[in-house]
């Protein structure tokens, strides 16, 4: 049996190095709030060289889940590239209260950086990958080059770029929108915007598609989605109805002016445009080591808060982001060659339908008052302990505790246990955990699990309180996320080219399963906090 085992090493390891001479190029699609039941949804209006082609010359996961909560853009992202969770990489949420520095802080932020391609201290552009504790595969690809080896992220959102293009990465490149419309980085990067960056910012690409957005074909035939008209969206200012057409130039003044484009699928044109110029200037994929190109499409999250997941805009976007998926394809089979490259496409999270279109047809839905249940949980308190002002903070369903105002670890428990009393019987969360229980329980296999795995010791609060399904602290109109539930816990899994088998599979997996697959097919270290496991199913 040893030496089976043995020879199956050698070979697993032979495999992985002959990827890693093969493969010269690793992109990592991220679609920001794509459900897994798009691809089914829509279907019938793909082509066969987007979504189809990936599913049809790769490999499917069909159970792809996130396995912690919250399921948000910045965790996500990490947790796709590190191979771990929020426990380990340390990036809990979008953005957290830190309770050492007493204030709310963004996953990508860092105030000793200056921008680059917009003035220096900016705020657009003062981000970097610092927050962020492990490495990702892209970071390993580095070290394992000796840095020739390239990395290169690009998104719309700076959190989208920066975070899965990891510490050591050449470039990461966001849209700052608004009054300019263009692609930015910071100085972490480098000192100036390469000539091919600061060519595209000048080419008027982004005025382009300010344009009218209309579906792309019949709004007749788009009957896997609800009526154009309804009580559940938002739309954009300026615009009495949020109907289609609507006419981007006309809205652009009262909706951030290039920032407009955001919510539509011109916000994933846009970046296509500019994926394609990052791909071919920074010659990725045309030497002997491998590179990383990390894209993440941002509109289908301003598109699916703006409009719900049951609009007619989040499936024209759909349609139309099938044919930027074709078209990528095409273009890393001329540039990069057919059979030289590896993709995989993934989301960040899913989204809940809207809840009022939920409980408008008797499914338990609503909406969550946090400010209503801090106050009376502080009343509470006050009444019941003699507590006041413990509460520094509620953000992401956890609350933040202020350490000093307890004399003994004794009180600072009891303060925990009366919250988590006081919250159960609170209408319309369902569970509640301590400090003092995520740091002493075993959950595994239970749905604490989740929570345990995004619950970082020095970042989290104290208290966290899970709402029941479908309830949601957010507006009436348009969709979110951020819950463990399988709407925000299922995502896509779609991987495609060298060293992928064709195939799919029911079998359960998650997301820091991504990292070590990656790195086993380039035969490279894993991420330092990889906790993920390889699917082995996926490599040939």
């Known amino acids: ?48 060289d987007g979504f189809k082609r990936l599913q049809r010359e790769g490999f499917e996961m069909k159970n792809f889940h996130f396995d912690y909560v919250p399921t948000y853009t910045g965790p996500g992202h990490t947790s796709i590239y590190t191979g771990t969770s929020p426990m380990n990489h340390g990036i809990i949420a979008n953005n957290w209260y830190d309770k050492f520095e007493k204030t709310s802080v963004y996953c990508a932020s860092d105030p000793s950086v200056n921008a680059v391609g917009i003035e220096p201290d900016n705020k657009a552009g003062k981000m970097s990958p610092q927050r962020m504790l492990t490495t990702s595969f892209a970071d390993q690809n580095r070290l394992h080059t000796q840095f020739k080896g390239k990395t290169i992220g690009v998104s719309l959102k700076d959190r989208g770029a920066i975070l899965p293009a990891g510490h050591t990465a050449n470039a990461a490149y966001w849209f700052a929108g608004y009054d300019r419309g263009d692609f930015i980085t910071s100085d972490y990067y480098m000192q100036d915007l390469p000539q091919w960056v600061k060519d595209f910012n000048r080419s008027g690409t982004a005025k382009s598609y300010l344009k009218e957005w209309n579906t792309l074909k019949d709004i007749s035939t788009y009957i896997e989605s609800g009526p154009d008209k309804n009580n559940y969206e938002n739309g954009f200012k300026g615009k009495e109805e949020a109907t289609f057409p609507y006419d981007l130039k006309e809205l652009a003044k009262d909706n951030g002016d290039f920032g407009v484009i955001r919510p539509t699928p011109f916000g994933n044109d846009l970046l296509l445009d500019f994926a394609k110029e990052a791909i071919k200037n920074e010659k990725l994929g045309q030497d002997e080591f491998t590179d990383v190109f990390t894209l993440s499409f941002s509109s289908p999250d301003y598109t699916g808060h703006n409009f719900g997941v049951n609009s007619k805009e989040v499936q024209d976007l759909y349609i139309r982001l099938d044919q930027n998926i074709a078209e990528l394809l095409k273009f890393l089979d001329k540039e990069v060659g057919e059979g030289n490259y590896t993709l995989f496409l993934t989301a960040d999270h899913g989204a809940v339908h809207v809840p009022q279109f939920l409980k408008d047809n008797k499914i338990p839905a609503g909406y969550f008052e946090t400010g209503e249940m801090q106050s009376a949980l502080e009343a509470h308190l ?26 003994t670890y004794a009180d600072f428990v009891s303060a925990q246990n009366e919250i988590k009393r006081f919250l159960l019987h609170y209408q319309n969360i369902d569970k509640v955990y301590t400090r003092e229980m995520l740091e002493h329980s075993d959950f595994s296999g239970n749905p604490a699990e989740l929570i345990l795995r995004g619950f970082h010791q020095k970042r989290s609060g104290d208290v966290v309180y899970v709402l029941q399904n479908s309830y949601i602290s957010y507006s009436r109109k348009g969709s979110t996320h951020g819950s463990g539930n399988n709407y925000d816990t299922q995502a896509p899994l779609l991987m495609f080219g060298n060293g992928i088998q064709q195939g799919k599979t029911y079998t359960r997996y998650h997301i820091p399963d991504i990292a070590p697959t990656i790195s086993a097919l380039l035969g ?16 040939k």
């Open 1 to 48: 049996m040893k030496i089976v085992f043995s020879l199956l090493l050698v070979l697993m390891t032979h495999i992985s190095l002959f990827a890693q001479q093969n493969t010269k190029l690793v992109v990592g699609v991220v679609v920001d709030q794509m459900r897994y039941d798009y691809l089914t949804k829509f279907e019938n209006h793909y082509s066969e």
């Open 524 to 539: 490279i270290a894993l991420p330092n906090g990889a906790t993920g496991k390889v699917i082995f199913e996926v490599l």
């Open 382 to 407: 006050s009444e019941s302990l003699g507590l006041v002002d413990i509460i520094e903070e509620i953000q992401n369903q956890q609350i933040f505790l202020d350490d000093s105002k307890f004399k």
